[in-house]
């Protein structure tokens, strides 16, 4: 398996602009989640699915984020519209669930710059 | 979640063991302990995990206290490529919750 495959590796977008990140899980695994890390705030959980369900999305910063997953080989992050602190990594991971004993993979990121 | 506590920073010398400690007082009896490290400019990528016995594998080995409040991830001899942020985190079965937290994590720097 080529493990969790993140799309695009880097984006720059304007302001206001619409922004969607792609992820692509490890295939068998039924859990994914979203994250964003900054220097600021560290890696920061935004939202994960169990089966293609959100679970908890308690992590997502505004209205203005949105994610998505269709099937259980594709997941989406949206930011309509884009704000220069939104400019962070985005890391996608996906996982087996129930998942105490297994462990997660993570995607090599999507930078994101908003200028 | 039970909250894990590590120090935010660390230094060893190469090739040399390394001890890397975690708290987690508020550890229930259903929490998987599991460690990650994040290397520079890339995801996070699991090291190890372990419930209440001591594990090894290819990567390190984790000692987990007989109370299980606290363990420690061992390096058994630091190179240089294992300089990264190390992450300890409490994962529960019990529940069936699968949020996966990360904390601060401990920087590990390896001295030539």
């Known amino acids: 398996d080529a493990g969790v495959i993140q799309s695009p590796r880097h984006e720059v977008t304007e302001m206001g602009q619409e922004v969607t990140l792609r992820c692509k899980p490890i295939s068998g695994h039924n859990s994914l989640f979203w994250y964003r890390q900054t220097m600021m705030r560290g890696l920061e959980l935004l939202i994960y699915f169990n089966n293609n369900v959100p679970i908890d999305d308690s992590g997502m910063p505004e209205d203005r984020f949105s994610a998505k997953m269709p099937n259980a080989s594709f997941s989406t992050l949206k930011i309509q519209p884009s704000e220069p602190r939104d400019s962070a990594v985005y890391f996608c991971?996906?996982?087996?669930?129930?998942?105490?004993?297994?462990?997660?993979?993570f995607g090599q990121g999507t930078r994101l710059t908003v200028v | 979640d039970a909250k894990t506590t590590q120090p935010n920073s660390m230094e060893s010398n190469e090739e040399e063991p390394v001890h890397l400690p975690c708290n987690h007082s508020t550890i229930s009896g259903t929490d998987y302990i599991h460690w990650y490290r994040q290397l520079p400019s890339q995801g996070p990528e699991y090291v190890i995990h372990g419930l209440t016995s001591n594990v090894n594998n290819r990567m390190a080995s984790l000692a987990i206290a007989e109370d299980r409040k606290s363990s420690t991830l061992i390096l058994h001899r630091a190179t240089l490529r294992d300089a990264a942020v190390y992450y300890c985190i409490l994962r529960d079965i019990g529940t069936g919750a699968n949020n996966l937290f990360f904390g601060t994590g401990t920087r590990l720097t390896v001295i030539p």
């Open positions: 991971a996906s996982s087996v669930w129930p998942s105490g004993d297994t462990e997660a993979f």
